[in-house]
C-alpha cells in the first residue's frame, strides 16, 4: 500500500505573482575591454541603488581569451585563414535583492556561472564571424535574505502579520558540457552585437544588439 505527497494546485501561483510570471529581464552593464600579444580580457559590471521593489542589483563579469591562429594561419590556404581557435574563460556572478508588496526586508538571489570553452570561430565577408563553441559550465542559484510580513486589512494585522521568511535554497545550474553557436557582426570599429544560441541541458537563445 503506497503514500501519496501533498496535492498541487495546478492553477494557482505559488510564490510571488510577478516573479512568475517574468519571461525576460534585460539591463545594460558596462564593459572594459583590452587585447595584448593574441589575448583579451574583458571586465564588464553594473551596480544599481534601491529602485521601487528592488532592493539592490549589481553584476560582475570577468572573461578571458587566447588566440592560437598566428600558430597556424599563415600554412592555410587563403580561402581558410580567416579560422581562428580560441581558448575561453569566463565568470559572472550577479545579485538581486526583491522587497515584495506588505513585507520588511529583503529576499536576496545570487547567481554565479564558470565556463570554459573552445571557439572555432570563420569571419565571412570581412565583417561577418561565425562562431562554434565546446566546452564545461558550472552554474549556481542561491537565495537568502529575511522578510517580515506587515500585511494589514482594514487597518487590522492579517493572519500572517509579524510571520518571517527566511529563505536557504541553493540549486545547481545545467552543469556540464556545454555546444554554442554565434554570429557577431562588425559594424563599423566599435559596434559588434552578437546573436546566438546555445545547448547544456537545456537550449537558450542569447542577444547582444548594443556590444559596442
Known amino acids: 500500500m503506497g503514500s501519496s505527497g501533498p496535492a498541487f494546485d495546478q492553477t494557482f501561483v505559488y510564490g510571488n505573482k510577478t516573479l512568475n510570471g517574468l519571461g525576460v529581464f534585460t539591463y545594460p552593464y558596462l564593459q572594459l575591454g583590452a587585447s595584448f600579444y593574441h589575448a583579451r580580457?574583458?571586465?564588464r559590471?553594473?551596480?544599481l541603488p534601491s529602485i521601487s521593489e528592488l532592493t539592490k542589483f549589481n553584476l560582475f563579469g570577468f572573461g578571458l581569451q587566447y588566440s592560437f591562429a598566428h600558430f597556424f594561419q599563415y600554412m592555410l590556404p587563403p580561402a581558410a585563414q580567416p579560422l581562428d581557435v580560441s581558448l575561453v574563460f569566463g565568470y559572472n556572478t550577479s545579485g538581486i535583492g526583491y522587497r515584495p508588496e506588505e513585507y520588511e526586508g529583503s529576499l536576496d538571489l545570487d547567481v554565479s556561472t564558470v565556463n570554459f570553452s573552445?571557439?572555432?570561430g570563420y569571419r565571412v565577408l570581412g565583417f561577418v564571424e561565425v562562431m562554434m563553441s565546446f566546452g564545461y559550465q558550472s552554474a549556481e542559484m542561491k537565495s537568502?535574505?529575511?522578510?517580515?510580513?506587515v500585511a494589514k486589512e482594514y487597518g487590522q494585522p492579517t493572519a500572517d502579520y509579524g510571520k518571517t521568511i527566511t529563505p536557504d535554497i541553493t540549486v545547481?545550474?545545467?552543469n556540464g558540457l556545454r555546444f554554442g553557436l554565434e554570429v557577431a557582426f562588425?559594424?563599423?570599429?566599435?559596434?559588434h552585437p552578437v546573436v546566438g544560441f546555445d545547448y547544456a541541458g537545456k537550449s537558450s537563445f542569447t542577444?547582444?544588439?548594443l556590444y559596442f
Open 118 to 120: 573552445v571557439v572555432v
Open 207 to 209: 542577444t547582444n544588439v
Open 186 to 191: 562588425q559594424l563599423g570599429k566599435s559596434f
Open 144 to 149: 537568502s535574505g529575511n522578510l517580515l510580513c
Open 41 to 43: 580580457v574583458v571586465f
Open 45 to 47: 559590471g553594473m551596480f
Open 172 to 174: 545547481d545550474g545545467n
